[in-house]
């Protein structure tokens, strides 16, 4: 039987709460030009928030759970050997210190704190925190998803024509963005954030169906998946032999669809990719 770390779910929960009170709120619609830089091009930031606030997770994390090891998403930025902790035997924490940094940039009040503990290749622990809200959602593999305390439930199933979602045609190519607006007309409401931890809370609180990825960072969506499938839904990878496999936080490349149940996800693959 392989046993996992355990995580003192309410000390991290603490902790992301200090940590965005100390190191990010006090730059949002604070920041100078210099406060914010570009990584890999206009769409791809970090600023002085991201960075002070991984700088300040990174050794608080370690410390709560001793053996423990940490991928922030600027450190692998830096260094994307980082990324090859995810393969070994030890718990690591994967740290977004602010996810939807261009939003934050930008003054707009959607980003948030993700925060996941993988260990063995299996993410077993999540957290996303909203630090203009509040709202803390928390979730370990087999304990249910919870949000501010209450349990969380995805939405209830719905035709296609009423489902409301975040379809993401950024980093799929032009084709595959060209066919999934054309196919993406039959569906509900679109709604993209620019912040996956802000459509992962939507999810969470049943006000939206479903989430379409292309770029499968694990800071990203090592939590968010998580915290989806202890509510109750269903998300696996798309493309070529994964098609259909189960997401974990090794997964870089392909396609991430998010849906409320194992049927809705094959309506929606059918629709999109079929």
Known sequence: MTRFAQPDIDRVSDLIRSVAKAEILPWFRNLAADGIRQKTGPMDLVTLADEAAERALTPALADLLPGSRVIGEEAASENPR??????????????????????FAEGRPLFAVI????????????WIHDPIDGRMATAVKGEGAWLDGRRARVADAVPLPDMVGALSTR?????????????????????????AAQEYLRLLEGRAHYSLYHRLMPWDHAAGVLLHAEAGGHAALVGGTADGVPYRPTALNGSLLLAPDAESWRALHGRLFG
Do not use: H, Y
């Open 171 to 195: 980093f799929c190519g032009e084709a595959m963005a060209a066919r999934l607006e054309e196919r993406s007309a039959g569906l509900g409401e679109r709604v993209c954030l620019s912040s």
């Open 82 to 103: 980082v990324l090859d902790r995810l393969q070994g035997d030890d718990p690591v924490w994967i740290i977004d210190p602010v996810d939807g940094t261009l939003n």
């Open 115 to 126: 925060v996941a503990l993988a260990q063995k290749g299996e993410t077993i622990a999540g």
